[in-house]
């Protein structure tokens, strides 16, 4: 199957998309648009299949942010000024339940990584941060997240980072982004 990641597009067909996740679910179908073209607050990108260009098989959400130079273990952030820092908010990654296991999902980070890349370059911008589901925290580790302190247990996500940094180096190394290069 060959796909295509690209912006989502106003005809695009999301109504029956379902990664089993109502929240994911619902944000593609009632506010990804809106918040895109409307009221700028995110962009998403969505994977479809090159036969059938205007199913979206998966998406993630990209918006700006920042959070505290405390929130972030002191190693990654030695040396910075005590203000917020500028972020990349990855508010969303999901894939319908149809296509999971096909590689849809590193291939939606893999570009979601090179975007931060290409904005980082642009703007001022630190790191990638994620709320990832618990059971999803392994899954992010291993394209080299970290979690962060101070989210407690029975909270439904764990906040994630990843120093796009280390995504640089990995570039210059030959490595594919969606590689840990920690």
Excluded at 37 to 45: C, D, E, L, S, W
Aim: aromatic share 10%; with cysteine.
């Amino acid at each position: 199957m060959g796909v295509i990641i690209r912006r989502l597009q106003e005809d695009d067909v999301v109504k029956n998309f379902d990664c089993k996740d109502e929240v994911l679910n619902n944000y593609l179908k009632k506010h990804a648009w809106t918040n895109q073209q409307k009221i700028a607050i995110g962009v998403t990108y969505v994977v479809v299949d090159e036969s059938a260009p205007r199913i979206v098989l998966g998406y993630f959400t990209l918006a700006t942010s920042a959070i505290p130079r405390d929130s972030f273990p002191r190693k990654h952030v030695r040396g910075l000024p005590r203000y917020d820092l500028p972020l990349i908010l990855l508010a969303r990654l999901a894939v319908d339940y149809r296509f999971a296991g096909k590689g849809l999902g590193p291939q939606l980070l893999g570009e979601a990584f090179r975007i931060s890349v290409a904005v980082s370059e642009q703007v001022g911008c630190r790191c990638i941060i994620t709320d990832a589901y618990r059971d999803k925290v392994s899954w992010y580790a291993k394209y080299g997240f970290i979690p962060l302190e101070g989210g407690a247990e029975n909270q439904p996500t764990q906040r994630m980072f990843l120093d796009i940094r280390t995504l640089k180096a990995g570039d210059e190394h030959g490595e594919e982004p969606t590689q840990s290069a920690t």
